[in-house]
C-alpha cells in the first residue's frame, strides 16, 4: 500500500470495506445465504436446506451447466485464435490501420449485447449460413462478444515485448515461423491464458444475446436462471446462481495456475 501512516492505512482500510461490502461482497453474500432458504421473512432470507443445490445439479440445470461450459470454451478458443491472429497482423501494419482494426474489435462491445444478438440472429437465418436454432449461433455469438478482450489484452502485451529475442532468433537463421511459434508465442503466453480466463467468465454470464439465440436443446445456465427467478423459484435460482459462480472460479482458477507457471518459465 502506498500510504505510510499507520492512521492514514486505517482510513483506506476503512473506506474500502465500506465500499466495497455494500456493493460487491454484501449482494453475493445474500445470494449464496439465499440458496440454503426455504423462505424469505425479513430483511434477510431463513431457513436451511440444501434442496436447493439438489435440484441445482440435476436434471436441467446440470445440462445447461454442460452447455455453459461447453459454450464458454469454445467461444473462448475461437476467439483467442481470431483475436491473438488479428493482434500479431495488426502490430504490422502502420498506425493509422492499426487504430482501424483496434475499433472493428471494439465495436461489438461498444454497443449492447442484444444488438448484437439480433445482427448474429439476422446475419445467420437464411441460406447458405443457416445456423438459427442451432448451438453453433450461440457460439457464434459468444465469440463475437469475448473476441475484442482476447485482442486487446494480446495487442498490449505485444507492444511491451522486447524485440531482442526476436532479431536474435532471426540472426542465427529462424525462419519467420519458428519465430512466431519458438520465441513469440510462449513469451505472449502469460497474457494469452489471461486473455482466455476473462473470455470464459464474460462467456459463462452472457444473457442478453444467448436469451434471443438459444435453441431449446442448447439453455445455458444464465437463462435458466433467469426463467427460475422470473417464475418465483428465487431460492433454486439463487443455488444455481451459486453453482455457476463456483465452475467460472474453478476455472479461472486453473487458468491463474497455468499463467503462474507461464509467467515463471
Given at each position: 500500500m502506498l500510504v505510510h501512516s499507520r492512521g492514514a492505512r486505517w482510513v483506506v482500510w476503512a473506506v474500502f470495506l465500506v465500499l466495497f461490502l455494500p456493493l460487491f461482497a454484501l449482494p453475493l453474500l445474500v445470494v449464496l445465504g439465499a440458496s440454503f432458504a426455504t423462505h424469505w421473512s425479513g430483511v434477510l432470507p431463513s431457513g436451511t436446506t440444501i434442496a436447493n443445490y439438489r435440484a441445482a445439479t440435476r436434471g436441467e440445470a446440470l445440462q445447461a451447466l454442460t452447455t455453459s461450459l461447453l459454450t464458454a470454451t469454445a467461444a473462448s478458443l475461437l476467439a483467442l485464435t481470431a483475436g491473438t491472429w488479428a493482434a500479431l497482423a495488426g502490430a504490422a501494419l502502420k498506425k493509422r490501420y492499426r487504430?482501424?482494426?483496434?475499433?472493428?474489435?471494439?465495436?461489438?462491445?461498444?454497443?449492447?449485447?442484444?444488438?448484437?444478438?439480433?445482427?448474429?440472429?439476422?446475419?445467420?437465418?437464411?441460406?447458405?449460413?443457416?445456423?438459427?436454432?442451432?448451438?453453433?449461433?450461440?457460439?457464434?455469438?459468444?465469440?463475437?462478444?469475448?473476441?475484442?478482450?482476447?485482442?486487446?489484452?494480446?495487442?498490449?502485451?505485444i507492444t511491451r515485448l522486447d524485440p531482442a529475442y526476436e532479431h536474435a532468433a532471426a540472426s542465427l537463421g529462424a525462419r519467420p515461423s519458428r519465430v512466431l511459434l519458438r520465441v513469440r508465442l510462449p513469451l505472449l503466453l502469460p497474457s494469452l491464458t489471461a486473455a482466455a480466463g476473462l473470455c470464459f467468465a464474460l462467456s459463462m454470464g452472457e444473457l442478453s444475446a444467448t436469451m434471443m439465440l438459444y435453441p431449446p436443446d442448447w439453455t445455458p445456465l444464465p437463462v435458466l436462471i433467469y426463467a427460475a427467478t422470473d417464475r418465483g423459484a428465487l431460492f433454486t435460482g439463487s443455488a444455481v446462481a451459486v453453482v455457476l459462480m463456483a465452475a467460472t472460479l474453478l476455472v479461472l482458477f486453473a487458468v491463474s495456475r497455468v499463467r503462474t507457471r507461464a509467467s515463471y518459465r
Amino acid at each position: 500500500m502506498l500510504v505510510h501512516s499507520r492512521g492514514a492505512r486505517w482510513v483506506v482500510w476503512a473506506v474500502f470495506l465500506v465500499l466495497f461490502l455494500p456493493l460487491f461482497a454484501l449482494p453475493l453474500l445474500v445470494v449464496l445465504g439465499a440458496s440454503f432458504a426455504t423462505h424469505w421473512s425479513g430483511v434477510l432470507p431463513s431457513g436451511t436446506t440444501i434442496a436447493n443445490y439438489r435440484a441445482a445439479t440435476r436434471g436441467e440445470a446440470l445440462q445447461a451447466l454442460t452447455t455453459s461450459l461447453l459454450t464458454a470454451t469454445a467461444a473462448s478458443l475461437l476467439a483467442l485464435t481470431a483475436g491473438t491472429w488479428a493482434a500479431l497482423a495488426g502490430a504490422a501494419l502502420k498506425k493509422r490501420y492499426r487504430r482501424l482494426m483496434d475499433a472493428l474489435f471494439v465495436l461489438p462491445v461498444a454497443v449492447p449485447s442484444v444488438v448484437v444478438g439480433l445482427s448474429v440472429l439476422v446475419a445467420f437465418s437464411k441460406p447458405p449460413m443457416l445456423l438459427n436454432g442451432t448451438r453453433w449461433i450461440v457460439i457464434l455469438a459468444h465469440t463475437v462478444l469475448v473476441t475484442a478482450f482476447a485482442h486487446q489484452s494480446v495487442s498490449a502485451a505485444i507492444t511491451r515485448l522486447d524485440p531482442a529475442y526476436e532479431h536474435a532468433a532471426a540472426s542465427l537463421g529462424a525462419r519467420p515461423s519458428r519465430v512466431l511459434l519458438r520465441v513469440r508465442l510462449p513469451l505472449l503466453l502469460p497474457s494469452l491464458t489471461a486473455a482466455a480466463g476473462l473470455c470464459f467468465a464474460l462467456s459463462m454470464g452472457e444473457l442478453s444475446a444467448t436469451m434471443m439465440l438459444y435453441p431449446p436443446d442448447w439453455t445455458p445456465l444464465p437463462v435458466l436462471i433467469y426463467a427460475a427467478t422470473d417464475r418465483g423459484a428465487l431460492f433454486t435460482g439463487s443455488a444455481v446462481a451459486v453453482v455457476l459462480m463456483a465452475a467460472t472460479l474453478l476455472v479461472l482458477f486453473a487458468v491463474s495456475r497455468v499463467r503462474t507457471r507461464a509467467s515463471y518459465r
